[in-house]
């Protein structure tokens, strides 16, 4: 009895040996390695926010330009933020901020480039209350640069008349706008 005993305890111990060492053999780590990455999906939201506000601000600690948006969503796949009713004022180290405005807006992975969405809206009152407002379709904001830019039709409403264009560059930090091309405009000259 202890002969067949000791038998069946190697016999046992000899199975499990050959299914440990095949099962060893056949799970290896390249096994894993050749499995194509997961699918992405490409509408996924990793996290949003309601009703945000941020501010940045300059090396010299005075506002260089403050955010709100009614909603942003990050989409992981391509690291893009996108927002809902963006305001944007840039202060440009003055008491005189570019109010900039648009229906939606992305912004790229590291923030330093805005793209403004439908009914784009620049306005800007100076220190003599002259207000100039830009009106675009699409523009694209470099807020760190105070600079944006659009190849849309532009209309300018100035104190003196309007200005229509195709395309525009604008110098935010230095109030500066040059318009690219089919430059039309009205002067009311005895408005001052």
């Known amino acids: 009895m202890q002969n067949k005993l000791f038998r069946n305890i190697i016999a ?3 199975v499990t040996l050959v299914v440990g060492a095949i ?6 780590p390249e096994r894993f ?8 999906d490409e509408n996924l939201i990793d996290y ?6 941020t501010v940045q601000y300059m090396e010299d600690g005075s506002v260089q330009y403050e955010l709100t948006a009614d909603k942003v969503e990050h989409k992981q796949a391509n690291e893009v933020s996108y927002v809902t009713q963006p305001e944007m004022q840039i202060y440009r180290g003055t008491t005189y901020p570019w109010h900039v405005r648009s229906d939606r807006a992305e912004v790229n992975p590291d923030g330093t480039q805005v793209e403004l969405i439908d009914a ?3 306005n800007r009152t100076d220190q003599k209350a ?34 229509t264009a195709k395309g525009m560059k604008a110098y935010l930090k230095d109030s500066k706008v040059d318009l690219l091309s089919n430059v039309r405009g ?7």
């Open 48 to 53: 949003y926010a309601t009703h945000t506000h």
């Open 33 to 40: 390695m050749d499995n194509e990455p997961a699918a992405v």
């Open 186 to 192: 009205q002067y009311d000259a005895r408005s001052r």
């Open 120 to 122: 784009v809206k620049f």
């Open 12 to 14: 046992l111990l000899v």
């Open 130 to 163: 002259r207000t100039t407002i830009i009106n675009t379709s699409r523009a694209t904001v470099f807020p760190r640069r105070q600079y944006a830019e659009t190849d849309q039709n532009v209309r300018i409403d100035g104190a003196n008349g309007v200005t």
């Open 23 to 28: 099962g060893y053999w056949r799970i290896t």
